[in-house]
């Protein structure tokens, strides 16, 4: 089944503990974001990625970091998260032409 | 720059009731052009999809949307919603070929169906 994994589902962290929420696909897509979605913000794009090696800023990029090592992976990491972080965070993929597939997304409240 | 509009931020309808969602997007090439929905506490999920042919198009449950290509808009319609319809419902556009980070999203008209 073509699909995009994400974990955590829920993570509760304390500020400044590193942690990192994976992402992976199936589908060979070329093209991976991480975007937020806040209550009345709608879905802000934090990072993105167009090929293994090839990421750059989205919107609201400060404080988090990605990488994308393999073409299938592109985890999110944050160095030192703070309270202003909890957010709903979704992983997605898509390829040139076509729409964005998203994952389940990961509920990241940090106290 | 290029941006989506989408005029209802919250929409209440009583079952039953005909629904359209407006979507109005800028961005001068061929595009793309998607109905992505989200049930609460869930991620989200396509509803339908236009990339050519015919502009009116059909998704799945019993949604529709229509490109009309010079009004920019891509509205999305229902002609009888259900208590299960309430959620959130993003309109995005995806420019092509998309060689970079041209997708956009609306920011989301959340709708409340009352039984």
């Known amino acids: 089944e073509a699909q995009v994994t994400q974990n955590p589902r829920y993570l509760i962290t304390v500020t400044g503990k590193k942690l990192t929420v994976t992402c992976s696909q199936n589908?060979?897509?070329?093209?991976m974001s991480w975007y937020r979605q806040d209550p009345g913000l709608g879905l802000r794009q934090i990072y993105y990625?167009?090929?293994?090696?090839?990421?750059d800023k989205g919107d609201v990029p400060e404080g988090y970091k990605v990488s994308r090592k393999e073409k299938r992976n592109f985890p999110l990491i944050l160095e030192s998260p703070s309270p202003n972080q909890t957010s709903l965070y979704f992983c997605a993929s898509r390829d040139s032409y076509y729409g964005y597939t998203f994952g389940s997304g990961t509920r990241l409240t940090v106290v | 720059a290029q941006s989506v509009s989408q005029h209802n931020h919250h929409v209440i309808l009583s079952e039953a009731a005909s629904l359209e969602l407006g979507c109005n997007y800028s961005?001068?090439?061929?595009?793309?052009l998607f109905w992505y929905v989200q049930y609460p506490g869930q991620h989200l999920q396509l509803l339908l999809k236009?990339?050519?042919?015919?502009?009116l198009v059909k998704g799945i449950k019993g949604f529709e949307a229509e490109f009309i290509k010079s009004k920019f808009s891509f509205n999305l319609r229902k002609p009888s919603v259900q208590w299960s319809d309430t959620a959130e419902y993003f309109c995005a556009v995806n420019a092509v070929p998309n060689t970079g980070n041209q997708f956009y999203f609306g920011t989301g008209t959340s709708l409340t169906v009352i039984p």
């Open positions: 990625s167009m090929n293994v090696e090839v990421t």
């Open positions: 589908m060979n897509h070329e093209y």
């Open positions: 236009y990339f050519s042919g015919d502009p």
């Open positions: 961005y001068g090439g061929t595009v793309n």
